[in-house]
């Protein structure tokens, strides 16, 4: 079935550094791409999305390309902040329907004064 | 905004007890999931629903029941709790696939989730 696979985590940086967080992707078709992000404490919220290919989500400056050459939509920032600490999920539809969304498991960041 | 709303953060039960976890949204959403979250496992799917009384298995459905009697509500019942069933819950809403802005790519709206501890 359709699936994502995202980097393991932990992942810890110093504030201001460049993020890369993998995500690729199984599916048949070009469905839609998400990344939600989970705040500590805090359910998850969506973060960015991508709903064809070639097409760049971006937000909070957070990006992400959709790639179906290499099906993947990884998440990149170029400085982050302590503020961006935080549970980082890549996510597409699937099931019958697409109507259930498939999550990564998760990748956690740490950043660092 | 949106709001999903989950009855309770923290809960604590014990092994046999039944427990029902209740979320509800104030945007007129069709469609709501339940999921549980897990360290190294992420987030997998128990139950959906397309709408009023429907129900939908999903990957993970054994020892749990949902109910969907209006709209806005939908619970959450393991009706006899499990030590690995302990877990956060989270509930989520959406418009129907092809609705709305939201819906057409299918957006999530979580509540913040309810930790359940099973002792």
């Known amino acids: 079935g359709d699936s994502v696979t995202q980097m393991e985590g932990p992942v810890t940086l110093s504030e201001e550094a460049f993020l890369t967080i993998n995500c690729t992707y199984t599916a048949t078709g070009y469905p839609s791409l998400f990344w939600y992000v989970q705040y500590p404490g805090e359910g998850l919220q969506l973060l960015l999305k991508a709903t064809k290919a070639d097409d760049k989500g971006s937000n909070k400056g957070f990006e992400a390309t959709y790639r179906k050459e290499t099906t993947s939509f990884h998440l990149e920032k170029g400085s982050v902040q302590v503020s961006d600490s935080a549970v980082y999920f890549c996510a597409l539809p699937s099931g019958a329907g697409s109507y259930q969304l498939t999550f990564g498991k998760g990748t956690k960041l740490s950043v660092i004064p | 905004d949106v709001k999903v709303t989950q009855s309770s953060r923290y809960l604590v039960k014990r092994t046999g007890e039944k427990v029902f976890l209740e979320c509800v949204q104030d945007m007129d959403h069709e469609n709501m999931f339940w999921y549980r979250q897990d360290p190294g496992l992420g987030l997998r799917l128990i139950y959906f629903s397309y709408d009023v009384k429907m129900k939908e298995k999903g990957d993970i459905p054994e020892g749990y029941s949902v109910s969907r009697e209006k709209k806005e509500r939908f619970s959450l019942i393991l009706e006899s709790a499990s030590t690995n069933q302990t877990s956060m819950y989270l509930c989520?809403?959406?418009?129907?696939?092809?609705?709305?802005?939201?819906?057409?790519?299918?957006?999530?709206?979580f509540g913040e989730g309810s930790r359940l501890t099973v002792l």
């Open positions: 989520a809403s959406r418009l129907p696939l092809g609705q709305g802005h939201s819906g057409i790519a299918g957006e999530l709206f």
